[in-house]
């Protein structure tokens, strides 16, 4: 089983919006984050999806996802304390779920973003068959300015630009070894990784790669908001005219 874990918890403290978070924006009359949902639902390699949402907003969330059928959400549940809280809340519905039909053994996780609606059908079956192929696979875009690290000595270290990507999401991996790296993680310095590669390199996994889109972007100011919506009418523009 193939199973999406979509992350929709944050307040969205740098978009400045007052009256709802971020992935409740609307474009077109649509949340940000029912975009992100429909690449999931309309994938035919998809079999479910598990979204991870701020508590008072899961009615709105179930009412959002019946008006625009959004068919394979099997759990919505709330998020915890820390981003790894949200997550691991999400992977432990996952597991209930796939136990419940009893795949869970060989069942791949893709840990996406909810403010991430411009991934593409390619991307999801890219990452579906490098988990399968190495055990992992993270979503990377190359980085296509210097990137400079900070040493803790003082110092700076500038590796080249070629060697250097940008993670984004999805992260995908085999269920049964992302949750045991979260359990772990919770059982010993219960450490607040940034992303799930992170976590899963600390603990020795090698990990998997593509390169994604350019365009997956995270929306986290409003100048992405408008990155955002200048794409969806792109697409559209595409749609009527028959550009490729």
């Not at 959002?64 to 059928?69: A, D, T």
């Not at 049964?176 to 993680?185: G, L, M, P, T, Y």
Request: charge should be negative; glycine fraction near 6%; charged fraction near 25%.
């Amino acid at each position: 089983m193939n199973i999406a874990v979509v992350f929709a918890g944050g307040v969205g403290s740098r978009m400045n919006t007052k009256s709802r978070p971020k992935q409740f924006l609307d474009l077109n009359g649509k949340p940000i984050l029912i975009y992100t949902l429909e690449l999931f639902d309309n994938h035919p390699q998809i079999d479910a999806i598990v979204c991870v949402c701020l508590e008072s907003w899961i009615p709105y969330l179930k009412k959002m996802i019946r008006k625009f059928e959004i068919n394979k959400v099997v759990e919505i549940v709330s998020g915890g304390k820390s981003g790894q809280d949200s997550i691991y809340n999400g992977l432990c519905a996952a597991e209930c779920y796939t136990k419940e039909q009893g795949v869970m053994q060989d069942s791949i996780v893709l840990i996406h973003d909810g403010v991430r609606p411009l991934i593409t059908e390619e991307t999801i079956t890219q990452n579906i068959d490098k988990v399968k192929e190495c055990g992992s696979c993270i979503t990377c875009v190359p980085a296509i300015e210097t990137v400079i690290v900070a040493q803790q000595s003082g110092g700076l270290q500038i590796p080249k630009r070629s060697d250097c990507k940008l993670a984004r999401a999805p992260q995908s991996f085999y269920l049964k070894d992302i949750i045991e790296a979260h359990r772990k993680n919770r059982e010993s310095e219960n450490l607040d990784f940034i992303d799930s590669c992170s976590l899963m390199s600390y603990y020795g996994m090698e990990l998997g790669m593509i390169d994604g889109p350019m365009e997956n972007i995270k929306i986290t100011t409003p100048t992405d908001y408008f990155v955002f919506r200048a794409m969806v009418e792109v697409h559209e523009n595409q749609q009527i005219f028959g550009f490729n």
